[in-house]
């Protein structure tokens, strides 16, 4: 059925966690020096339940203030760790802004950011200068305009495809723009929020925000659907777009062709 | 169209607000001395707006760590008072976790509490001893075991309708026990939450929270519904049930029929 792994006698076990997070407390997954990341409590947290550093590699990088429902981490550790109840020890180490959901040990051709064929996020906005219930204030983005949900999803709809996304992504040398935008729709929920479902094979540095920005400058009658169509047509970043607080963002959903893929 | 008031010289507005906190950091909505309850943030605010001190009456005394997303406070204030932009001044003031959704100058015979005719909560669990996200970490109830969501439903049915529910009120001296249940069914959420609708003319203390606590019993399978029908016909607390933690608790909707009334 499985090919044999190439290095069979290699030692180690590779683990992928799904975790969630709450990113408000956060400067983003990614370590920096002097800032609190989740990177860096997840690391912290697994050296001192495997009594060795591990280093992490994750399937999205998220931003500060960016939340996850369903990010994926993976990392190695020596055959004989000690991994028992690691879901547990995990939680009860960490603080309560992050979760580990599941703990699995994977083949070791699993790579939780190359192996990952498409990301999924949310994008939630109330509009109309509502006041956001404080049992969402840390993941709903307020906007003083209403917003009209046909035009949101009129807008969205022509950015789906393959495209240089280099109009909706901060510049960053020799970094592709090039993206497959598979999926960008809005609705409303029973509450009256605004919800986007966004999905790509993967995402420049802020381009989810970047997106939410140019379809509400549509939404709210600023500008219009050709305008959209310039921006991607023109690949140049517009200054009277707007980019999105990081906080209406949660990484959703990674998904991966089969788990079992050989290095 | 409308009766005249009695007192139409008395000189004062009667003011009501809508409101929404995430109850996790107050004592609960009632003033109560060293404590940081709802009311004491609300009516410090309101006093230094206003110029004078201002008592507030509540629709529904959440117990603290409970949530609310339709509380209705009423107030009094002279008649020149300055309320222009009170809800704004009011959430400039307030910390985040309490926003004023809306500001109405009603009639005089308005009562927050006594002119409510229904009170609705919801109430929030994971079971399973699955992972609560925290994005939903002050609002959810984690549960260990599986519940049946039939069993939770034919439970709670089996409440529904005028009785004593001495067997589920913390024993306060005096007070009745005699509440009208008006609805108690459950849901299972897309991402597998549990939510309860619970809707009284009005529910003693702890009643929501011992309701739920007992239905749970049965959904686990540790009880039947026959034990569910004799709690209610024997009119007192068993050991053996639960009363479940606040913080699944939101207070969600208050019902007034005809928002003018006269006293």
Redesign the interface.
């Known amino acids: 059925m499985s090919e044999p792994t190439l290095y069979p006698e290699s030692g180690f076990l590779r683990i992928r966690i799904d975790l ?3 990113g408000t407390n956060y400067a983003g997954w990614a370590k920096q020096p002097d800032q609190r990341t989740i990177q860096e409590e997840i690391e912290t947290a697994l050296a001192k339940i495997t009594q060795s550093p591990i280093e992490t590699i994750v399937a999205g990088r998220t931003d500060a203030g960016v ?1 996850a ?1 369903g990010q994926v981490v993976h990392f190695d550790v020596p055959e004989n760790s000690e991994i028992k109840e690691l ?1 547990f020890k995990l ?1 009860r180490m960490l603080d ?6 599941k703990v699995t040990v994977m083949d070791k051709g699993f790579h939780a950011r190359f192996s990952a064929t498409r990301r999924y996020y949310t994008y939630k906005i109330l509009d109309g200068n ?6 969402h ?3 709903v983005a307020p906007w003083y305009r209403t917003l009209n949900l046909d035009l949101l999803n009129s807008a969205s709809a022509l950015l789906i495809g393959e495209h240089d996304f280099a109009a909706f992504c901060k510049f960053r040398e020799g970094a592709s723009t090039v993206r497959n935008l598979i999926r960008f729709n809005w609705i409303r929920d029973d509450e009256g929020y605004l919800i986007a479902e966004i999905a790509a094979d993967a995402f420049c540095y802020s381009m989810v925000r970047n997106l939410v920005g140019a379809v509400v400058c549509v939404a709210e009658g600023r500008n219009n659907l050709d305008w959209i169509s310039a921006m991607l047509a023109n690949k140049e970043r517009v200054p009277d777009s707007l980019v999105f607080v990081a906080r209406g963002l ?1 990484l959703s959903f990674v998904e991966y062709n089969g788990e079992m893929v050989y290095g």
């Open positions: 969630a997070y709450d939340h429902s879901l939680n309560d802004d992050i979760r580990v959901l509502q006041v956001v219930s404080p049992l204030r840390v993941d949660t």
